[in-house]
């Protein structure tokens, strides 16, 4: 046994870090109201608290002595194959988060699950979730005791009655609340001091180099390992999006305010994980090489009693290992009380009749677990393996009906239980006759075996696949009925035919932009000053050098004269863009790095071409360039220049390169997302803005034009003066005066009605823009040119100079207010600024086209590539704004549709505007899109003159018998008008 000394100064340090976390414990998790603050802690938690306590909760034992011990006995490879949970959390981040905020109401698993598939569901569910829970914390309870009793020398027992009695009173008093913050402090200690232990073993072991050749070669072995089946299965478990079945895990989720906070978080969790595995395997590798002779449980005992000889920095060691366990520990005992209670207890006995004071029985219950850890891990000696068993065990049962379910098939409860049957048949066989050294294949077997017995359970009982798609008020189902004429139209659909290329390269352009000018001037004077970065030895390979650089400089410059270019190559823009893009930075960085033999001026350029192409395009863009340009490089140096030997780089440059890359990409993703948040929030505020100026104007100009009208119908009142009727004075509108007074206030009111439908055009254009942007509906672009023709307000005698030719009908991704927007503004230009009296107007439907024309006076030809110019006008000065076109452009650009002009002056003058969107994929198009949009709300345009003036004085609140008085309305017109504004 190994002998040490501890110091008084490093109890000291342990015992404070224990007293603080009681403490933060406490005053974190004081004056708890109800059950949803206990649990959820009224989801007011920021997203790095959120971040945090997740990662505080992964973090535990396993992930620091189970690694050690892992890479002692087989080497890199269980780092490596840790990277499975990467996938795993990224593909959570990308489709959880706006399905998981449906299950608002929810505060635990079982409750999820019980949403979905039923109450009785729910209890299984908590029955499990709280066996899980109950291991997980008791695992990490004789890991206290390892760590008190090895390095302090405190009895195991003691040590475990210690900490677990800390844990077990801040738990049960405070909560999620204490649980959360004191997680942070934890994670705060352990975050500052694991990785500086990793740095002083490091330098005692000597540098990475050193240290990789003094370790065993078996260590650095990935492809040839004799354990390669075992961790290849691990990383395809790992893959597997068990975390949700974990009780801890959902709770976290539950807890987020929003659906932004969970994908940040997983986001982050999924860089960090990797990043704290590495710093674990330094750590390990480093003691390898320090202490041979050790088991690989033991390296933070030697390197902690004897390279740290602070005793301060000592105490902190240890409180940083107390902190990874605790936090794991105290998450789990928390969530083991709540499913236990909330989704066992209180179904099976709480009714209408009966009650259960459910945060009082989760209190006593946790402080109650924790004593049952305390024995539990005192008497157990193989609690990590009763810990690995029940998450196999869950996570098979739940982890494919629960994901489905939240993603939106629809739940069939019947085939829930029996799938869960099947597989816990499938899991008990499988645990019994596997031979021991394929055991580990139970669990993927098991979940594999749920999914697809659950999967054709759900194809029998719905006779296709039924999802929901779930709004905050109703759900609404859909069925898929699967067949080989679907599956291949999917499949064919799916691939990247040049038109998707050439439609995806073009949305991307129009959508991010392009800084093709500063691009390509920096590209230019890259590829022809910086003599270091192109000079070569080889004359041969210096000549490569320079025509790739003639080509790089060629392309750049085209770049910057892109105004130029002729007409009919502009739409090809965008593909030309990317693919300079791809030439100039991932390809023309990967041959030269390989050229150079991986020089160090090269290898910088790794990572300033990573960060530079990121910066320039989207990461979805990143993920698909980065990979071409690479694998483009690759193929081109070995077909033109030689076979690629990274080996012969050396260690040094070969570790420089994966650090350039990996953190260059993280950081830079992490930058691109978050200019792409602010750039949407940019967006939305300006939307908002918009709609809220329109809301505002609208409101003020309402209430002006009717004080207005009614200052001027008393003037006149006043003006004819009073007249004797029985004996009283009283003001009497004659005839004439009203029919005067009719006439003159019309042409008015028609101005103020027509003013304010713009604005409140104007306002649905902003609110309809703003929430359609992310997914606009499909419509038939004949339906919406019905609804736009009988919205818009027509000067007498327009509407009979319209044609219509619509027999070419097509679906278009569009959102409806902002395109109408579009159409009237054509339309009443056609007729504004046509220079006739009688200008006719033609809207056709032709080649996916829709074209509005008129017979007006044409456009000069020197104006044409100025009319989508914002403020760009040829009326006279306060006659137009010059927006409306400008405006129509980024409307139709937004949803990768394309809008020109062609016109004529002279005797067979005319104008055309062609507005062309892609084809809709047939699987978009819904039978609300085959069907004719409904006429929505009154249609002003069409009444006449007096069913205007008596919806005016409808919305002015006017009495019925007067408006049936001034208007000669019957009563059932007024009536119907009266139903019609307030559907």
Not at 909 to 931: A, C, D, M
Request: net charge positive.
């Amino acid at each position: 046994m190994l002998l040490y000394n501890i110091s008084e100064s490093t109890l000291w340090v342990v015992g404070a870090f224990l007293l603080i976390t009681l403490v933060i414990g406490l005053y974190a998790g004081r004056g708890i109201q109800n059950i949803k603050e206990y649990v959820l802690g009224k989801r007011n938690f920021s997203t790095i608290a959120i971040t945090i306590t997740m990662l505080a909760t992964v973090l535990g034992g396993g992930s620091t002595f189970g690694a050690t011990k892992a890479i002692y006995s087989h080497g890199i490879i269980a780092t490596f194959a840790t990277f499975g949970i990467v996938i795993h959390l990224l593909f959570l981040a990308l489709v959880i988060p706006s399905k998981i905020m449906f299950f608002q109401k929810a505060i635990s698993l079982g409750d999820v699950v019980g949403q979905l598939y039923g109450k009785k569901s729910k209890i299984i569910s908590g029955i499990l979730g709280t066996i899980y829970a109950l291991c997980v914390a008791g695992g990490q309870f004789v890991a206290i005791g390892i760590i008190l009793n090895s390095f302090l020398g405190i009895n195991q027992f003691y040590g475990i009655c210690i900490a677990g009695l800390i844990l077990g009173i801040y738990s049960s008093i405070g909560g999620i609340k204490a649980v959360t913050f004191t997680d942070i402090f934890q994670f705060l200690v352990m975050i500052t001091i694991i990785p500086l232990i990793s740095t002083l073993i490091l330098k005692k072991a000597g540098d990475y180099k050193i240290l990789l050749n003094k370790v065993p070669s078996k260590t650095l072995l990935i492809f040839n390992h004799e354990q390669l089946s075992f961790y290849v299965v691990l990383f395809i478990l790992w893959m597997i999006p068990s975390s949700i079945t974990d009780p801890a895990s959902m709770q976290r989720l539950l807890m987020a305010g929003s659906k932004n906070q969970i994908r940040n978080s997983y986001f982050i969790r999924a860089a960090f994980i990797p990043v704290f595995r590495l710093v674990v395997m330094i750590i390990a590798l480093s003691a390898m090489v320090l202490y041979p002779n050790i088991k690989g449980e033991n390296a933070f005992k030697y390197i902690i009693i004897n390279l740290l000889t602070n005793p301060i920095i000592k105490g902190l060691a240890i409180s940083a290992l107390l902190a990874m366990v605790m936090s794991t520990a105290d998450s789990y005992l928390h969530v083991a009380g709540v499913s236990f209670i909330h989704d066992v207890i209180k179904p099976i006995f709480e009714n209408d009749k009966k009650k259960i004071n459910e945060l009082f029985y989760i209190k006593i219950l946790t402080f109650f677990l924790a004593i049952i850890c305390i024995v539990l891990a005192y008497k157990a000696k193989n609690v990590f393996k009763l810990t690995l068993f029940a998450v196999s065990f869950i996570s098979p049962l739940l982890t494919i009906p629960l994901l489905l379910g939240i993603l939106g098939m629809k739940p069939y409860k019947k085939g829930f239980w029996i799938s869960m049957i099947i597989t816990l048949f499938t899991f008990i066989i499988a645990n019994l006759y596997l031979p021991p050294k394929f055991i580990y294949f139970a669990s993927p077997i098991g979940t594999i075996v749920n999914g697809i017995s659950f999967f054709c359970l759900h194809l029998i009982k719905y006779k296709g696949i039924a999802w929901v798609k779930r709004t905050d008020k109703k759900e609404e189902t859909k069925l898929w009925i699967p067949s080989p004429q679907k599956i291949l139209d999917s499949i064919i659909n799916s691939i990247p035919t040049p038109r998707k290329i050439y439609e995806y390269s073009r949305f991307q352009v129009m959508k991010n932009g392009s800084q093709n000018i500063i691009f390509g001037i920096y590209c230019c004077i890259n590829f022809a000053l910086p003599y270091f970065l192109w000079d070569h030895q080889d004359p041969e390979k210096f000549n490569m050098m320079t025509n790739l650089r003639f080509i790089g400089g060629i392309m750049a410059g085209l770049l910057i004269v892109k105004d130029q270019w002729k007409e009919f190559l502009k739409p090809y823009y965008s593909l030309y863009w990317h693919a300079t893009l791809t030439y100039c930075l991932p390809f023309i960085t990967t041959v030269m790095f390989l050229m150079t033999g991986g020089s160090l001026s090269w290898l910088m350029n790794v990572g300033t071409s990573i960060f530079f192409l990121i910066m320039l395009v989207t990461g979805e863009v990143f993920l698909i360039l980065a990979p071409l340009g690479l694998g483009l490089g690759i193929i081109f140096y070995s077909y033109f220049i030689g076979p690629i030997n990274l080996s012969s780089l050396g260690f040094d440059i070969n570790y420089f390169l994966f650090y350039q890359v990996f953190f260059s990409t993280l950081i830079g993703l992490l930058f691109a997302y978050r200019k792409r948040i602010s750039y949407l929030k940019q967006g939305n505020i300006g939307l908002n803005l918009g709609e809220s100026l329109c809301h505002e104007l609208r409101n003020t100009l309402y209430s002006l034009s009717c004080n207005q009208f009614n200052r001027a119908r008393m003037e006149q009142i006043l003006d004819q003066g009073p007249k004797q009727i029985e004996g009283k004075k009283s003001f009497v509108i004659s005839e004439s005066l009203f029919k005067s007074f009719f006439e003159q206030t019309n042409e008015a009111i028609n101005f103020d009605e027509n003013t304010i439908k713009v604005i409140s055009t104007f306002e649905k254009l902003f609110r309809e823009y703003k929430t359609s942007l992310a997914s606009p509906k499909v419509y038939s672009m004949k339906s919406i040119v019905n609804y736009t023709l009988k919205e818009l307000h027509f000067l007498p005698g327009q509407k009979e100079r319209v044609e219509l030719n619509l027999k070419d009908d097509f679906f278009a991704q569009i959102p409806k207010e902002p395109f109408a927007f579009v159409l009237s503004n054509l339309i009443r230009n056609a007729f504004k600024h046509g220079g006739r009296n009688e200008v006719q107007v033609s809207i056709k439907l032709e080649d996916h086209k829709l074209i509005i024309s008129d017979n007006g006076q044409g456009i000069p030809s020197s104006n044409l590539e100025k009319v989508f110019q914002m403020h760009y006008t040829t009326g006279q000065k306060g006659d137009s704004t010059g927006i409306g076109l400008g405006f129509s452009k980024i409307i139709v650009n937004s949803f990768y549709g394309e809008i020109w002009c062609e016109s004529e002056e002279g005797k067979d003058s005319y104008t055309e505007f062609h507005i062309k969107f892609p084809e809709v994929s047939p699987s978009k198009i819904t039978k609300e899109s085959l069907t004719e949009m409904k006429e929505e709300g009154v249609n002003e345009g069409e009444r006449n003159q007096k069913e205007r003036f008596a919806i005016k004085m409808l919305r002015d609140k006017r009495p019925i018998k007067e408006i049936f008085e001034y208007t000669d309305l019957s009563r059932t017109d007024i009536d119907k008008l009266k139903d019609d504004l307030k559907n």
